[in-house]
């Protein structure tokens, strides 16, 4: 096993664990602000990515973390020397609460439009009261967002000169949407790529195998993360993708090239598709022995 594929097994794991047991301390550590690439920034905790891409016509903010991590955000946007109402347009990864827990709270202090895909706009309206989601009964509720546009499945969502692309990867939740723009630094332009959580994971009881057409959709999703424009790699969890690790390693060495891999996006679907279909088999492994 290569040591990327390492890696994203290993903060898959730790996802999957400290999703399995609430909230782990990283995900509200606060974590001071720095720049991804060009225009693309980190405004998240320690261990929950926001983004921010800025624009002289406003800023987009890819989600908000936890509801009680928004102070934390807007002081972070802050930091950077940014205008919170500057913010436009908030987007979201998937209508979780580490996701999406401050995105109301984010969008009322900003005066900011929220927009996600069709379903992962329904979940958020509700709060995350969605009983099409895997973990229904198990994630917890949050603040609902009002109103949420849909962007499409291929349409830009799109503030001044920033156009950022959405690209539907149910599986993790129904409304799960990954995301690409184009950032730019002394001339080099690169694509990012905000992948969304691709872990396999549900309520007591629940199985992806008694769903035949989701199981397709999330198969489907592997694919569409493989063929992203993919320069540099951001995962809503960043364990989930080494991302920490990289950052360290292009400020620790002063190589802008640690965190750039036009595999990585190949690299996190296949790692998440192996766990997938490893899912798949114990949970019809489970079915006999149940008898069923």
């Known amino acids: 096993m290569n040591p990327l594929t390492r890696t994203l097994w290993i903060g898959a794991a730790l996802l999957a664990a400290s999703l399995a047991h609430a909230n782990d301390p990283a995900w509200s550590q606060p974590q001071q602000p720095f720049r991804i690439y060009g225009n693309s920034w980190y405004v998240g905790t320690r261990g929950l990515s926001a983004v921010l891409i800025t624009s002289p016509q406003g ?48 969008a009322h202090d900003s005066g900011a439009t929220v927009a996600a895909s069709a379903a992962g706009a329904k979940a958020l309206r509700s709060g995350g009261d969605d009983p099409d989601d895997p973990q229904y009964g198990m994630a ?30 149910p599986g993790h939740t129904p409304g799960s949407t990954s995301w690409t723009w184009r950032s730019c630094e002394e001339g080099r332009c690169l694509s990012l790529a905000y992948v969304d959580s691709l872990t396999a994971l549900g309520r007591e009881g629940f199985r992806y195998s008694d769903e035949p ?22 995962t809503p969890h960043p364990d989930a993708s080494g991302f920490m690790q990289k950052i360290a390693a292009r400020d620790r060495d002063h190589a802008p090239a640690a965190l750039v891999d036009t595999g990585a996006c190949r690299a996190y679907a296949a790692a998440a598709q192996s766990r997938f279909e490893q899912h798949l088999a114990k949970e019809r492994q489970g079915m006999q022995r149940a008898g069923r």
């Open 59 to 106: 800023h987009v903010l890819i989600d908000g973390t936890l509801e009680g991590n928004a102070a934390q955000i807007e002081a972070n946007i802050r930091a950077l020397g940014f205008r919170l109402r500057d913010v436009r347009l908030i987007l979201n990864s998937h209508a979780h609460a580490d996701h999406a827990g401050a995105i109301a709270r984010l």
């Open 140 to 169: 917890p509720r949050y603040p609902a967002v009002t109103p949420v546009e849909v962007v499409a499945d291929g349409a830009a969502a799109r503030v001044g000169s920033i156009a950022v692309t959405a690209h539907d990867t």
């Open 213 to 234: 057409a989701r199981v397709e959709a999330f198969r489907q999703s592997f694919a569409t993360v493989a063929g992203l424009p993919c320069d540099i790699l951001i």
